[in-house]
């Protein structure tokens, strides 16, 4: 499953070979993250908003930090059910119709939607061993396929002064394995719509979701320094068929991509922060008689901030800056790509607040910038680029309500609901302001309402 | 005897006391931890006239020991990390506490919501210059279950936990 971001600059893109490839990852996910699973709940006993600020996920606690970095295994409830279930859907209106319908069997404006129901099995294996799996089902695509893996390992050790967590993850995303939500995977705003626009470009590491497999190793030093490291290989066609995808999904991954994580963190009684870098090398041959590849050095820079006092206010900022250098010797030769040397930079930062872990407002904003390159982001309806450009930029405004998720909440643990109003505003989109894609289309009218909803069994 | 002979005597008893002695105090110190994995204070402070401590840990919520468990462990400031590791592989039939650990200056057992526990412990142990810390050793719960212990150069003052 990609996330929003991913999902958005991912999505419908039609020139050039990098877009190519990103459709089709787009297409792997077009949900939401998994959050405030009711089988972490009954395993642990606890309620959900221990583990994720505002009583529902993604965004962890430092004490659900705690949780996953020790590998899904705390809590030993002999009542544990390590099944379920998350639907989530809504209605979405961009500013101006769009050319064509986003989907099949959908209007070109002003859709309802069931965008993704998933399947989990989430929880505790044995005392170090843990899970986290999801198959889901594509309601604007559909179609089922696996979703978001992470299976780790971890044991807690004392050396001298010194208290470690170390941990292995098999996983099929990177980042999906991060303990902070600064990071791709887990990123605000966590959903999205599934039909609305999305700007062409996005850094690699954001977008092979489900298209890879990968092992990393990890240690957790003093609660304060976090170290990664491990590789991911790309995944067969055959393989990819088994899940669920086809070849259009294949990244073409040429050998291991390595994938580093590092990370300072600080929890005080109420004040919690980090900073990291994150990054992937990867090498890609996107057309198999080309023997030269395209590589892609993602380095990222991060940063988080929780304030969680005793009372009912609460706050959380995180900020990710990834740039991407590329080198596209393979795309050159086809004359996928004008240029080898190429660059993206992309911004994201985010700002919540929360009341009584309940009521929720959020602002966000993401900003893109990189080489112009007239083949790799060519003119096309609504998804192309007038002058080659992939800059885009532009704001998310949420609120939301979350009744339950609490430890008085009604069914708990087996019941979660999210509801929530999201408008996400385009000031450039696809390199342009006005006639951005070279057919007459502004980046303002595919300013996006979303009104959604999201459930957990 | 006089008046005046029995207060002598009693001064002179008191100046023969070894100096610990004469200062020997129980010092009362109280925490609230709640089930949001919290204490309520991050900050402890001991007079410098107190010999000994009676700390007392209210756990004010609601929820069980088994889901919500919490306990209040005292160590040196860089020992929390490595003693929450070992509670961790000390598992709960040990109060997530290492058993025999010296690092463990003192310790109560795990309680759950609305339960009480105390524990008494001598200061004879703690040195003037070395930094402590407090935690809850439930798995998880030291990140954010944590405080300082500090001792007051001034006498008089003699137990006090400090606000946020």
Avoid at chain 1, 19 to 27: E, M
Avoid at chain 2, 64 to 89: F, T
């Amino acid at each position: 499953m990609a996330t929003r971001f991913s999902r958005r600059f991912f999505r419908r893109s039609t020139g050039g070979l990098l877009p190519r490839l990103a459709l089709g990852l787009a297409l792997l996910g077009a949900g939401a993250p998994a959050m405030a699973l009711p089988s972490f709940a009954t395993q642990t006993g606890m309620p959900c908003d221990r583990c994720h600020t505002i009583g529902f996920g993604p965004a962890l606690t430092p004490y659900g930090r705690q949780f996953k970095l020790n590998g899904y295994a705390w809590g030993d409830s002999p009542t544990a059910v390590p099944v379920a279930v998350m639907v989530q859907g809504g209605f979405t209106r961009t500013a101006a119709d769009q050319p064509e319908p986003p989907a099949e069997h959908y209007s070109s404006n002003e859709n309802a939607s069931l965008d993704q129901t998933s399947l989990f099995l989430a929880g505790r294996i044995s005392s170090h061993l843990g899970a986290f799996a999801q198959v889901t089902y594509s309601g604007t695509e559909r179609k089922v396929t696996w979703d978001n893996l992470d299976v780790r390992y971890a044991t807690p050790l004392s050396l001298g002064n010194y208290g470690l967590v170390v941990g292995v993850s098999l996983n099929n995303n990177p980042t999906v394995q991060d303990l902070w939500n600064s990071t791709p995977a887990w990123g605000f705003p966590y959903i999205s719509s599934a039909l609305a626009p999305g700007p062409a470009a996005a850094p690699l590491i954001t977008g092979l979701g489900q298209s890879v497999l990968g092992a990393t190793a990890y240690v957790m030093v003093n609660d304060r320094l976090y170290l990664e490291a491990g590789g991911y290989r790309g995944l067969s066609n055959r393989w990819l068929r088994n899940v669920g995808l086809d070849a259009d999904n294949n990244a073409n991954l040429d050998g291991v991509a390595p994938y580093w994580r590092a990370a300072w963190q600080f929890d005080g009684a109420v004040h919690h922060a980090s900073v990291g870098t994150f990054g992937l090398s990867a090498d890609l041959r996107p057309d198999p008689t080309v023997a030269a590849t395209d590589s892609y050095r993602d380095l990222g820079l991060d940063a988080t901030y929780q304030y969680a006092p005793p009372g009912a206010h609460q706050l959380a900022a995180n900020v990710a800056l990834t740039h991407e250098r590329r080198h596209l010797d393979s795309s050159f030769a086809t004359g996928a790509s004008d240029t080898v040397g190429n660059q993206l930079s992309f911004v994201n930062a985010d700002l919540t607040y929360a009341y009584a872990r309940t009521w929720s407002a959020a602002i966000g904003g993401f900003d893109m910038r990189g080489s112009s390159n007239g083949a790799l982001y060519a003119p096309a309806p609504l998804s192309g680029s007038a002058n080659g450009s992939p800059d885009s930029r532009g704001y998310t405004l949420q609120v939301e309500y979350i009744p339950f998720g609490k430890a008085d909440s009604f069914a708990r643990p087996w019941i979660n609901v999210r509801v929530g109003l999201q408008y996400v505003g385009y000031q450039k989109f696809n390199g342009g302001t006005t006639n951005y894609d070279g057919y007459g289309r502004n980046a303002g009218q595919n300013d996006t309402l979303f009104a959604y909803f999201w459930l957990i069994l | 005897m006089t008046r005046r002979h029995a207060l002598a005597a009693i001064a002179l008893l008191a100046a023969a006391l070894p100096a610990g002695m004469a200062r020997a105090t129980t010092c009362p110190l109280t925490i609230e931890a709640n089930d949001l994995m919290q204490f309520n204070t991050p900050r402890l402070m001991l007079g410098a006239d107190c010999s000994e401590v009676e700390l007392t840990l209210h756990h004010v919520g609601k929820q069980p020991a088994a889901v919500m468990g919490h306990n209040w462990v005292l160590v040196r400031s860089g020992d929390v990390a490595p003693v929450a590791n070992a509670g961790l592989r000390a598992g709960r039939a040990q109060n997530f506490q290492p058993s025999g650990d010296a690092r463990i200056i003192a310790a109560t057992p795990l309680v759950g919501g609305g339960e009480t526990t105390t524990v008494r412990f001598s200061t004879a142990a703690l040195k003037s210059g070395e930094s402590y810390a407090f935690f809850c050793s439930t798995p998880g719960h030291s990140v954010t279950m944590r405080g300082a212990l500090a001792i007051s150069a001034a006498a008089g003052q003699l137990a006090a936990q400090v606000p946020r």
